[in-house]
């Protein structure tokens, strides 16, 4: 019976257009745990990204994190540290740079919100950070609730 069905790729469903009444949804978010990015935070950004003010994270291009590993629709499971309680998240955009000039504000706003570009830690922090690495991958995150 078709409301039995649970449809994971949109791709290959289409043939269910056929039949009167079944909806296509448009974006399935489906958090796959087998296959997902690892994201360690400290308490602070653990926190902004909780509380909405913060949704990209950058990251230097690495073995870890670059265009092959951070992909669109990728789940990330996001954790305070290495503690058990884990967050989830699917990443949405993503898109790299080679300074943090090139940021676009709106985009720097939500990746190293306003309440904290002032602090002097944060501060020395991403300036130390942004001296590491020639190339940063920036990556929009949608928390999934359970």
Same mark, same amino acid.
């Given at each position: 019976m078709i409301d039995d069905l649970e449809i994971i790729n949109v791709t290959k469903q289409t043939k269910l257009d056929q039949y009167e009444g079944v909806e296509i949804p448009q974006n399935i978010c489906k958090i796959h745990k087998e296959?997902?990015?690892?994201?360690?935070?400290?308490?602070?950004?653990?926190?902004?990204?909780?509380?909405?003010?913060?949704?990209?994270?950058?990251?230097?291009?690495?073995?870890?994190?670059? %265009?092959?590993?951070? $992909?669109?629709?990728?789940?990330?499971? =996001?954790?305070?540290?290495? #503690?058990? /309680?884990?967050i989830w998240g699917i990443i949405k955009d993503k898109?790299?740079?080679?300074?943090? %000039?090139?940021?676009? $504000?709106?985009?720097?706003?939500?990746? =190293?919100?306003?309440?904290? #570009?002032? /602090?002097?830690?944060?501060?020395?922090?991403?300036n130390e950070y942004f001296k590491k690495y020639d190339k940063f991958i920036l990556f929009r995150i949608e928390i999934q609730s359970d």
């Amino acid at each position: 019976m078709i409301d039995d069905l649970e449809i994971i790729n949109v791709t290959k469903q289409t043939k269910l257009d056929q039949y009167e009444g079944v909806e296509i949804p448009q974006n399935i978010c489906k958090i796959h745990k087998e296959n997902r990015l690892f994201l360690p935070l400290n308490q602070t950004w653990y926190n902004l990204l909780l509380e909405g003010q913060k949704e990209w994270e950058i990251r230097g291009v690495s073995d870890t994190f670059n %265009q092959k590993t951070v $992909k669109i629709g990728r789940s990330i499971e =996001i954790r305070k540290g290495y #503690q058990n /309680d884990s967050i989830w998240g699917i990443i949405k955009d993503k898109f790299t740079v080679n300074s943090i %000039q090139e940021i676009p $504000k709106p985009i720097y706003d939500k990746t =190293i919100p306003p309440s904290v #570009q002032e /602090d002097p830690e944060v501060t020395k922090f991403i300036n130390e950070y942004f001296k590491k690495y020639d190339k940063f991958i920036l990556f929009r995150i949608e928390i999934q609730s359970d």
